[in-house]
């Protein structure tokens, strides 16, 4: 399996490894190549350089999420209206994103596309803290360099080693003391990112209800696992989470003061400092509402709400044809040549009994 991924990611690992390579020689022009100072500071530039440039596709996640949490209430509506009526609940539904603006696949596709270089930039970081020889490393460009290797494995910060971890926790020292204290920085900011949105960004009725427990569930999960992974994962691997966990901490903060979700308290806020620099917060929600329509025109959901307005035009129009009326049936056959050929047109007679009527 890790060869299947590793032959996936390898694009990402050459990158993430001449990255890091880049910024190794940029830093040790200032610093020590091999002092812990050196190494903390490449993984913060690596933190800031790979978060930047998929700061657009993350932008253009928010804002679809956000449209979408902003009509859980009618697509719950919807569900419930044409739970017995599976062709007419994906047509209103379909109806309603494109209203919106929504794009059912815009809030997956820029996840897509961030997590192989996320996966790679915590493999490469990985390898080069637990690699025995160079052949264990991960990245081209680190490969050519051994000297890297052995540089961030012994390098130190307050006197741990970057490729330790906290197990085993006997003897008890310097490396555990540092581990627990990246493990409860990484863990605490996960937690407060998922209740400041819960409790800040999230509206009533996605609170209630399975999705709610949902929620709030995963709020206590995904932290739980990263305190359990941590403990056998290298410091140099923790820091980089930290400054990563860091990051879209207050990437989200900005973000939902910015895009607040419609129906929630920093909604609330949000139309509170718009009035107070004079601005109409409606205004802006219908100019942002005609921006996402437009830019979605083209997306399978508008193709697909299109489509269908289209089929009931016609058969509406159908409908309007008197009952009386005869409709014809062109039957085709094919030929030798594989041509198909209109071989009459006859009448579609109806029932007798409907006739006489």
Known sequence: MMGFLDTILAPFYWLVSGLMVLLHNGVSLIFDKNSGVTWVLVIILMTVVVRGASLPLYVKQVKSMRATTAIQGELTAIRQKYKDDRDRQSRETMRLYEENGVSPYASCLPLIVQMPVF?????????????ETIADVKGYWLQQRPDLMESLQNATLFGARFSSTFLPPSPFGVTQVLALVLIVVMTGVLFAQQLYSMQRNMPPSVLEGPMGKQQKWMMYLFPGMYAIGGVSIPIAVLFYWCCSNIWTGVQQYIMVRKYPTPNTPAYV??????????????????????????????????????????????????????????????VIRTNSSGQQVVVRQQPSRKARAKRKK
Request: charged share 35%; aromatic share 4%.
């Open 269 to 330: 806020d949000w139309e509170d400092r718009m009035i107070a620099k004079g601005l109409d917060p409606r205004e802006l929600e219908r100019d942002r509402l005609e921006k996402a329509r437009e830019k979605n025109k083209g997306s399978l959901a508008a193709k697909a709400a299109q489509l269908q307005r289209e089929q009931e035009e016609q058969a509406q129009a159908a409908r309007k044809v008197s009952p009386n009326a005869e409709t014809s049936t062109t």
């Open 119 to 131: 996966m790679g930039l915590f493999w490469v970081m990985s390898s080069i803290a637990r690699a």
